[in-house]
């Protein structure tokens, strides 16, 4: 019995090479778990802060002051939604009437609104670029259209951006309410100068951000 345990071959010893190159493979096979794993997780990530992480405009507003521009005679925003296109510190922008007060807004306590707006005449000044990607937002009035094309329906004209879609509402200061955009769109404070009986809106800040 001796003798026969002694003949036994004993196991060759394992190759260390080959043991590592196993460990490499298994690892390999892992990898695209965790990038996957990981993509999902950016996914998510970024589909919550899309989603449901708009920040609301800053109430009040910061603005900082720059070389003042005249927008457009008072008497220019006569009819509900009136806007006017400008540029102001080097930077597309447009005013609009809107019938309701937002925070930043002009308010001309003296020029009647019509009914439903609430009584007085409100103009905000708006950056007319997207902070999504930078494309120019435009005054959307036809609230079918926005709600057909930008999956965004609302009782009031927006201000939409054709590139990807984004909507914001300046009846909300400015505020996403659709689309990939993240940040409302920065305010441009707005003032009245008086010269002759003639009252001229003007552009003279432009809202602190923190992007
Ligand atoms: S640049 Fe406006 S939605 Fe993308």
């Known amino acids: 019995m001796a003798e026969q345990s002694k003949s036994r071959p004993t196991p060759a010893a394992p190759d260390a090479p080959d ?7 298994a690892w390999l096979w892992r990898l695209p778990v965790l990038a996957a794993l990981a993509g999902a997780g950016f996914g998510a990530r970024e589909v919550w802060r899309i989603h449901f992480n708009k920040p609301a405009p800053a109430d009040p507003p910061t603005f900082e002051p720059r070389e003042p521009v005249t927008v457009a005679p008072l008497a220019h925003f006569e009819a509900p939604w009136s806007v006017r296109e400008f540029v102001f510190d080097g930077r597309p922008c447009l005013a609009l009437r809107l019938p309701v007060a937002i925070p930043g807004a002009l308010v001309v306590p003296d020029v009647q609104a019509p009914e439903g707006e609430g009584g007085e005449l409100v103009l905000a000044g708006f950056s007319r670029i997207c902070t999504h990607q930078g494309c120019l937002v435009d005054l959307n009035r036809d609230v079918e259209a926005i709600a057909f094309a930008f999956n ?3 009782e009031r004209p927006k201000l939409t951006c054709a590139c990807h879609y984004s909507v914001f509402d300046p009846s909300r200061a400015g505020r996403v309410v659709s689309g990939p955009a993240v940040l409302p769109l920065p305010r441009v404070r707005l003032r009245l100068e008086s010269d002759d009986g003639t009252r001229t809106v003007v552009a003279d800040g432009r809202e602190r951000t923190t992007s």
């Open 19 to 25: 043991v590592s190159r196993r460990r490499l493979v």
């Open 152 to 154: 965004h329906r609302g």
